[in-house]
């Protein structure tokens, strides 16, 4: 079956740090990765998708940028953190007809 | 542009009563899935149905069944006979059928009372 992780689960950073954020994929071979930011009581905002290694594309400009090394590895970054940038990370995957979600990070910048 | 319309931000309903929560969208494809997903205040996010778009049939899965209205734009989710455990957002969210994107709703929470 499909597995989805991500690390940390939990995370505070102060304002300039840069950031990390790690989703992996088990179970399946070339899905499209999923990138979204979900700020305190409101929706999920999509920030990157990707359909292979190497091929990303940015929903929202921002200071956050995302890479794909590996067919099953999707990773967030940031050189400096803001303020704005606190939420929930959630990575996901896509099945023809469900999109699996990961446990999520919850970050926090200070 | 893609676009999702939640316009409940938040919901009452007994326990054992059925309630419907609503979802609108506007898309220029042809081809296109809807989807529901359960957030609990856990933060996981849960998936529980989808749509497609030439799907004649609404969907259903056990408790959850997707009201498809194409003409109209809407695809409500109905939750029968409501239990405590349903207390969550509900999110329903619109992707094309490559799965280049989504776009979810900004959520509706439902809570039940017993």
């Known amino acids: 079956s499909q597995t989805i992780h991500q690390w940390p689960a939990t995370l505070v950073q102060p304002v300039g740090s840069p950031l990390s954020l790690e989703c992996t994929v088990e179970?399946?071979?070339?899905?499209?990765l999923y990138w979204y930011r979900q700020a305190a009581g409101r929706g999920l905002q999509l920030l990157f998708y990707?359909?292979?290694?190497?091929?990303i594309s940015s929903e929202v400009p921002q200071n956050l940028s995302a890479s794909r090394p590996q067919d099953r590895q999707f990773i967030l970054s940031s050189k400096k953190l803001l303020l704005s940038d606190s939420g929930f990370y959630l990575c996901?995957?896509?099945?023809?007809?469900?999109?699996?979600f990961g446990p999520g990070t919850r970050l926090t910048v200070l | 542009a893609q676009k999702i319309t939640q316009t409940q931000p938040g919901m009452f309903v007994q326990e054992k009563e059925a309630v419907t929560l609503d979802c609108t969208y506007d898309?220029?494809?042809?081809?296109?899935?809807l989807f529901w997903y359960k957030q609990p205040s856990s933060g996981e996010m849960i998936f529980l149905i989808y749509?497609?778009?030439?799907?004649?049939q609404n969907a259903t899965e056990g408790r959850y069944s997707l009201n498809f209205q194409k003409a109209r734009k809407s695809a409500n989710l109905v939750i029968s006979a409501s239990q405590l455990g349903d207390s969550a957002m509900y999110f329903c969210?619109?992707?094309?059928?490559?799965?280049?994107?989504?776009?979810f709703g900004t959520g509706t929470s439902l809570t039940v009372i017993p």
């Open positions: 179970g399946t071979s070339n899905p499209n």
């Open positions: 996901a995957w896509f099945s023809y007809n469900e999109q699996f």
């Open positions: 969210a619109m992707g094309g059928d490559t799965g280049n994107q989504f776009y």
């Open positions: 898309t220029s494809d042809q081809s296109y899935g």
């Open positions: 990707s359909v292979g290694i190497g091929q």
């Open positions: 749509q497609g778009s030439y799907d004649e």
